[in-house]
């Protein structure tokens, strides 16, 4: 690593080398030119070459002249552009833990701005806010090491060579919190109560201060943040905007202090507020920035950032982030389960639980025995709401619940798409496009493939979101008028939430809990319906648990036996469009076979449902993968993983092949053909669908070593018997007719009530 030390000798010698090499060329053009030169001449020739020679050494005497302190220790943490949060160096192979429990806000608050000072160059500190085990589950599950240095002014004492100074803020304006929060990132200090000041000074450390808030003309919250503002608003990171309570968040400020986060916390209902707010936001970029923490007022906060095009990150009470985001980064997805049957007389419902937008929740309450710890987990299909940001902020939490997953359990992510923003409120169809394609490289990379949109999304909206993040199977939404299942262009399938118990094709909201999910649950069971019936439930899991979740399970099953299947969301998905005939991966979980395979690599890997495992060839050169799917499908586009979507080498990409379907598994016909290849995902659609009950890619170049690897296939298509199924045929015009009978009969009764 290098610091600014080592720079400025890398520099100063590039310099005098410079300077040394010009002299010797000097003296050769003159040797060559002695003939012509006057004595005068050859004089002033040795005075410039002497001269040369002394700014050489200045440069180099330089280095012993400035102290080593004058150059601030490198920041240690990545944060490129496309990345939502940064992550930071590798973890010490022993961190010091600052015991938190019971102490006050003002300690806390030091601890944060220690931590986060000290892990930006490499994470060596870690916080235990909480009592006994539940302050280091994450530390012990992820096998970090640790060991105590007791109260954070022992750590102040242990690193203080790299604290500037100390930030005295002024405990009459709660505000100032967020003030010296965001001047110690920028002023390298500590954020103090004027109660801790002798206790500081009393460990002889002779930190100067840096900044006393109590003498800055700060009576009121405006004042405060028109300070930051004014002071330090030109150094802070455009990335992110942090917004945490003065007086009750301490969780983020480790990050916040890092990367050098402008603090506040500020109500963008209220007009003054939202005044300030603006002064900030106006000198933001739309999906480059994330606003991390929380709002005062989630609908109006939500709305406000994403007016801007900045979406928010819950983060609020999310723990000693520069310590788990500088974990790796693969990720290993589970595989998935194939989907049961499509039945004419059964109702569908998959069981979904929020509230995992927010990583505090996914580190915190999520594992709580209520939810993923409970016993009863597995038993029922469930979805859990979480934030594909963990890829950055705790790569490892993410592994931890997909390492402890059933075939049960599926990951799904929270409103709506890469951190919590609001559909109505989005900027314009340019942010739309550039929000859907950052949350389609997150998806990729972590496993999801479903989201949850709040609160509202048009038919607009959704397509420019489906165009652009074709790895998203479907998506549910709040607050629709009218509750249906819709399609955008791509064949993506929309479950409107609603409550509108005339139509069947409805979701239940986030407020409807467990009894109201029983009662239209019962309603429906009672409708003599032709079609099937497809039901998305989502609860809060802050008034939901998943026993309550089994009791409602085994509730509907005993009192109407035999008429509802509960199924995972992804699974109520491909359902879904199995019945409208749109296309569902006919390859998942298929019978495959290949011409070779490599122990370990077998060819059923690359048809199960994840990038983490896949096929791979025995044998060098030109070899073939193929897949039954069991009955003819009219295929018409597909998806091909390649080793790099598995964190395998990019030059390993499948370079060129064939894809080849047939109906008897002996006469081949050419489907699409790609050559040149450099890509970890390749998604094609046929510029022909064609039939066929088998498929195989032949691979003709596999690049790189020449041996073959295909991490996932999916081959996306629609029986051939649907379109020749004639009762199936009046079956969805029933249907169809129903369902825009019940909307005209809504639209009057909306108007009229």
């Known amino acids: 690593m290098l610091d600014g030390h080592h720079i400025l000798f890398y520099c100063s010698f590039y310099i005098y080398s410079l300077f040394y090499f010009t002299n010797i060329l000097l003296t050769f053009e003159i040797y060559n030119a002695t003939i012509w030169l006057n004595e005068n001449d050859m004089e002033e020739i040795t005075f410039m070459k002497k001269k040369i020679i002394s700014i050489a050494l200045c440069f180099l005497l330089l280095l012993g002249v400035l102290p080593v302190s004058v150059f601030a220790a490198e920041d240690n943490f990545s944060w490129p552009l496309g990345q939502a949060l940064p992550s930071f160096g590798e973890p010490a192979a022993v961190l010091d833990t600052i015991e938190l429990a019971g102490r006050p806000f003002e300690d806390r608050l030091a601890a944060a701005c220690l931590e986060g000072l000290v892990n930006r160059t490499q994470p060596r500190l870690y916080v235990k806010n909480d009592e006994g085990n539940g302050s280091t589950f994450w530390a012990d599950d992820t096998c970090l090491k640790y060991t105590s240095v007791g109260t954070w002014y022992n750590a102040l004492v242990k690193y203080s060579d790299e604290i500037d100074g100390i930030i005295i803020w002024n405990p009459e304006v709660k505000e100032t919190a967020n003030v010296a929060t965001t001047a110690a990132g920028i002023l390298g200090g500590i954020a ?56 009750g968040h301490v969780q983020l400020r480790d990050f916040a202090v890092a990367v050098k986060s402008a603090c506040m916390w500020l109500d963008a209902a209220d007009a003054d507020d939202k005044a300030l707010l603006k002064l900030f936001f106006d000198d933001t970029t739309p999906i480059d920035t994330y606003y991390t923490g929380w709002w005062p007022n989630e609908g109006e906060g939500i709305g406000f950032a994403s007016s801007y095009g900045v979406v928010t990150i819950p983060s609020d009470f999310y723990e000693n982030y520069t310590v788990f985001s500088g974990m790796s980064r693969e990720i290993t997805v589970p595989t998935v389960p194939a989907k049961p049957e499509l039945e004419n007389d059964k109702i569908y419902v998959s069981l979904n639980m929020s509230d995992g937008d927010n990583i505090q929740y996914d580190q915190h309450a999520m594992r709580s025995g209520r939810l993923w710890g409970s016993a009863d987990r597995g038993k029922v299909p469930i979805g859990f709401t979480a934030s594909p940001a963990l890829l950055d902020a705790g790569p490892q939490l993410l592994n931890y619940y997909y390492r402890t997953a059933t075939e049960n359990d599926l990951l799904i992510c929270g409103p709506s798409g890469l951190g919590y923003s609001s559909a109505e409120n989005w900027k314009d169809e340019a942010f739309i496009r550039k929000y859907a394609n950052i949350t389609n490289s997150y998806f990729e990379r972590s496993g999801f493939n479903v989201i949850t949109v709040w609160n509202n999304i048009s038919n607009q909206r959704a397509n420019w979101f489906a165009e652009e993040c074709p790895s998203l199977l479907g ?132 048809f199960d449902g994840s990038f983490s495992y896949g096929w791979q060839a025995a044998a060098s050169g030109e070899n073939s993968l193929s897949v039954d799917l069991t009955e003819d499908y009219k295929i018409s586009r597909y998806v091909l993983k390649n080793t790099e979507a598995n964190y395998g080498d990019a030059e390993n990409n499948t370079d060129s092949w064939v894809l080849q379907v047939s109906k008897d598994n002996k006469n081949w016909k050419d489907a699409d053909e790609v050559t040149g290849n450099t890509d970890a995902i390749v998604y094609r659609t046929l510029n022909k669908a064609v039939s066929g009950q088998y498929a195989r890619l032949v691979v003709k170049n596999p690049g790189g070593d020449g041996i073959a690897r295909v991490q996932e296939l999916e081959l996306y298509g629609v029986k051939s018997s649907f379109y020749t199924d004639i009762a199936g045929f009046f079956l969805r015009a029933y249907e169809f007719i129903r369902i825009l009978v019940t909307d005209v009969v809504n639209v009057f009764n909306n108007i009229f009530n």
């Open 192 to 247: 103090v109560h004027p109660n801790q000041l002798a206790t500081v000074n009393a460990l002889g450390l002779n930190l100067p201060v840096l900044l006393d808030l109590r003498d800055e003309p700060i009576s009121n919250k405006n004042d405060a943040y028109m300070y930051i503002y004014n002071n330090f608003w030109e150094d802070c990171t455009r990335r992110t905007i942090s917004g945490l309570a003065p007086d």
């Open 475 to 606: 998506m549910t939404a709040q607050h629709r008028t009218f509750s249906k299942i819709r399609h955008t262009a791509q064949d993506t399938p929309i479950i409107w939430f609603g409550t509108n118990l005339l139509t069947f094709q409805w979701a239940m909201s986030y407020d409807s809990g467990i009894d109201g999910f029983r009662e239209r649950l019962s309603g429906a069971a009672e409708w003599d319906f032709k079609a099937p019936q497809f039901f998305a439930c989502q609860a809060s899991a802050w008034a939901t648990s998943v026993t309550d979740f089994v009791n409602l399970v085994n509730e509907m099953n005993e009192k109407y036996p035999d008429k509802f299947v509960f199924v995972r969301t992804d699974h109520l998905l491909m359902l879904i469009n199995e019945f409208y005939g749109k296309p569902i991966n006919a390859s998942l979980q298929k019978t495959a076979t290949s011409s070779s395979e490599a122990a370990g690599f077998e060819a059923q890997k690359a």
